[in-house]
């Protein structure tokens, strides 16, 4: 069992940074791919980045490819999502999760976090 905390999340200008983190509980986390997703108002839930369970893997969704950058920390339990160039359409409710391999597709996804949410200004 995994369980995903997300937090980071907050209000931020056009052009702004924020980095995310989940925080993950469980000792087999280490084995698990990690994910997030985003969901926006009015629109289905998308994928936003992945990374191996190595960390040496890692692959973006067109969308954010050279301004979002996914991480982790092991020895921290932890991953993270660092968002520069942050734009108005970046604005959803941002979702950490655990899979066996990595994936950009959510049924692939065992483990999900609540959520955090993150509001670009214009």
């Known amino acids: 069992q995994v369980q995903l905390v997300e937090s980071g999340g907050g209000l931020v200008q056009a052009e702004g940074s924020l980095r995310l983190s989940c925080a993950a509980s469980?000792?087999?986390?280490?084995?698990?791919?990690m994910g997030w997703f985003r969901q926006a108002p009015g629109k289905e839930r998308e994928f936003v980045a992945t990374i191996s369970w190595s960390g040496g893997r890692t692959y973006y969704a067109d969308s954010v490819k050279g301004r979002f950058t996914i991480s982790r920390d092991k020895a921290k339990n932890t991953v993270y999502l660092q968002m520069n160039s942050l734009k108005p359409e970046d604005t959803a409710v941002y979702y950490c999760a655990a899979s066996r391999s990595r994936s950009p597709q959510q049924d692939d996804y065992a483990y999900w976090g609540q959520g955090t949410q993150v509001t670009v200004s214009s």
């Open positions: 469980g000792r087999t986390f280490s084995m698990y791919a």
